[in-house]
């Protein structure tokens, strides 16, 4: 079965320092999304993206992170100068066109910022 | 989208049916029922949806009640691989980009 892949498994950075993380979303979906889960928290969504450009974001995403799909297989988050608080699990997910459809997720990046 | 409201925990022995139940009093008419998973450090699994009919795959049921203000989700015969964090999510379809709301969901011990 098809699967949303994500590397790496678990990142660490130093804070301040930029960090791009990396997903391979299911080859016939159209739409994709980040998603995060600070440590014994709940799941909180950052941003859609559809035909090369963010159709959804939260209050979350603000001017440090960044999305784009560089080439036709891959999805990234960029995170300009990470923070302390940004230390999470961040997962990708992707959906088929259609409205209903649901969205799968990838097993996700664990972040943590030094 | 409509808030939902599932008990924080469940128990269930293995081999037993859990019938996992979801609030969902203030849903509209064009909102769907989705129920996703999340065993420990493993990102959120599809398990199944619908809007107003019951809806059965190979993970689980769905039953909606008829006013559509509740909903369970029954998987037939837990495993102790079941145990996870099950989420009742409400998810208005106006275009395909609509994010999922997840809130605490229901922690379901599957006991031998």
């Known amino acids: 079965e098809p699967e949303v892949t994500q590397t790496p498994s678990h990142q660490v950075t130093q804070m301040g320092q930029e960090v791009i993380l990396r997903c391979v979303p299911i080859?016939?979906?159209?739409?994709f999304y980040w998603y995060r889960q600070i440590l014994g928290q709940k799941v909180e969504f950052l941003v859609s993206?559809?035909?090369?450009?963010?159709?959804?974001k939260s209050e979350i995403f603000d001017d440090q992170f960044s999305v784009e799909r560089p080439d036709g297989s891959n999805f990234t988050l960029k995170i300009r100068s990470t923070k302390l608080e940004d230390s999470a699990m961040y997962f990708c997910?992707?959906?088929?066109?259609?409205?209903?459809?649901?969205?799968?997720f990838g097993d996700g990046t664990r972040l943590s910022i030094l | 989208d409509a808030k939902t409201t599932q008990p924080p925990s469940m128990d269930c022995a293995e081999g037993r049916a859990a019938n996992l139940p979801c609030n969902h009093s203030?849903?509209?008419?064009?909102?769907?029922v989705y129920w996703y998973r999340q065993i420990h450090s493993q990102g959120p699994q599809y398990i199944i949806h619908?809007?107003?009919n019951n809806e059965t795959n190979e993970m689980a049921s769905l039953i909606i009640t008829e006013d559509r203000k509740s909903s369970t989700l029954i998987l037939p015969h837990a495993t102790l691989r079941d145990t996870a964090v099950y989420y009742c999510?409400?998810?208005?379809?106006?275009?395909?980009?609509?994010?999922?709301?997840f809130g605490g969901g229901t922690r379901l011990m599957v006991k031998p």
């Open positions: 997910a992707s959906s088929e066109g259609a409205p209903n459809q649901p969205q799968h």
């Open positions: 080859s016939n979906h159209l739409y």
């Open positions: 993206f559809y035909n090369n450009e963010i159709s959804e």
């Open positions: 203030t849903i509209s008419g064009n909102e769907y």
């Open positions: 619908g809007l107003k």
């Open positions: 999510i409400v998810r208005r379809l106006n275009n395909a980009g609509n994010m999922l709301t």
